[in-house]
């Protein structure tokens, strides 16, 4: 399988996963060790910034793992640039995810502000990887920007519904030259197998293994099932059938004969 | 730039994956809603010439569902057969020896009236051959300029430009740019292209990308058929150029052509290469199932029974009442024509042959208003 890249950097596991919800700190750390992720989110509003010994990041940090901050709780670009500058001074790294949303009830992206703060933060030396609505002109546009990946979402987050923006999801994979990373949605290894198999470069899962009877198993179901599904991909998926088989009455290509 | 993609795919192993795509490989890309260069390959490929009538039904069903019945339609004006290139398969090539014109701005404005008298054309290409210092950019400008007040959208077909040069043609009303890549076999190019600036194959190939960067609406792409004997090739080649475009320049619109070279009566360019009528059917329906949204143009090159049979099946723009020669509509109408045009009747006579057909034809789908907003 083709390894991914997201500014430069390799990943064997195209799994992402987020830490919020887990029951305990150290079910969180065995989860993410059994995905074999390679890039956890962390988010800002969670830690004691500037405290070492922060039980969180004491549970995430680890020499494979990329550390991707997001500044989740931001409600516009001004917000989310402050936010960005502290994560970078905290944890040492320009890696950024970018979440924007005003709307407390749905935490649905906010396009325009995303925009904005990608384009700055980009400008700032920013990896920025943003989630964002599943709007192909968006993610162009966010592209253009400087984003190092689009993430658009699948379902509202935590909803647990899989890829209700499929149809928009395939044009964002044709049409985009950085990586796509699903995010949101995702709340059964299908839904990431799914993702994968049309394409996408990966998925970021978390409340499906957060609150999973047993999240450490349901770690490793994500595990395989991306890796199926990009299997899956890269082979080239078989026939569908379809109704083209059906006999018009009179033959269109007739004038041909 | 495209030129370092088109480095990356192998002329010889294409071809032979084309050859070697079976049924299955047919099946499967009929079967797909959205299909990719793999599958382009297939449903081009000889395995796929026995599924011609279940590629037409779905070629038919894309189309209208992204165009309806309908047949946009334009005509070319040819402002000079002046050309400093040695194309060997063109009429125009620099060492024929035959009388140059360049139309001068008034004649350009009495070709526009008699256009207008043939059809309610609204939809302009102007075309030129490649003499940059006669013919160049500041004259381009000006017969865009007189052209504004007749036309809503104006297409030019000219030599490969500065993306600097497209963008101020724009300042004059330019809605888009036609190129005919020709080739991309790129030894044989140089061999069809031997001198003048079109011999280089990386200034025309990337030229696209200029366009896509100067913000041109709409992008015309073609192959000549006829030079290449791997056709095939040549157009999974252009697949891959168009995918390209519209990944990296997204906010254009695009067009597809590939006429088919007629074998000349008078000694001149044989093609190495006779398309059947099948296999033109065959092409047409797969760049439909491959891309349901691009436009795909047939001149006039093309018979009249194929052009009213494939209206609908896959074709959206068509030129109609062309005549290939400069000033060919009022000022000089009995001087060589760059190619034969095969579709002799009159505009009125495709209009209504397209209606019997039940399609649409449409002659207006632009205003040149709207090139105002923003400046």
Redesign the interface.
Known sequence: MKKLIIAGREFESRLFLGTGKFMSNELMEQSIVASGTEMVTVAMKRIELGDQEDDMLKHIVHPNIQLLPNTSGVRNAEEAIFAAQMAREAFGTNWLKLEIHPDPRYLLPDSVETLKATEELAKMGFIVLPYCQADPTLCKHLEEAGAAAVMPLGAPIGTNKGLQTRDFLRIIIEQATVPVVVDAGIGAPSHAAEAMEMGADACLVNTAIAVAGNPVEMAIAFKEAVIAGRRAFEAGLGAVSNSFEAEASSPLTAFLS | MFSEELEKISWEETSEAILSKTE?DV??A???E?CDV?DFMALISPAAAPF???????S?KYTEERFGKTISLFIPLYLTNSCTNSCVYCGFHVSNPMKRTILTFEEMENEYKAIKKLGPFENLLLVTGENPAKAGVDYIAKALDIAKPYFSNLKIEVMPLKAEEYKALTEHGLNGVICFQETYHKANYNIYHPRGMKADFEWRVNGFDRMGQAGVHSIGMGVLIGLEKEWRTDLTMLAYHLRYL???Y?RTKYSVNFPRMCPSENGGFQPNVVMT??EL?QLTFAMRIFDHDVDISFSTREPA?IRD?MAG?GVTTMSAGSKTDPGGYYSYPQQLEQFHVTDERAAADVEAALRKMGVEPVWKDWDASFDLIGK
């Open positions: 299955a099946q499967r009929l079967g797909k959205h793999d011609l009538e279940p590629m037409a039904r779905l038919k519209q990944k990296h997204w009528d099948k059917a029974y049979n099946l």
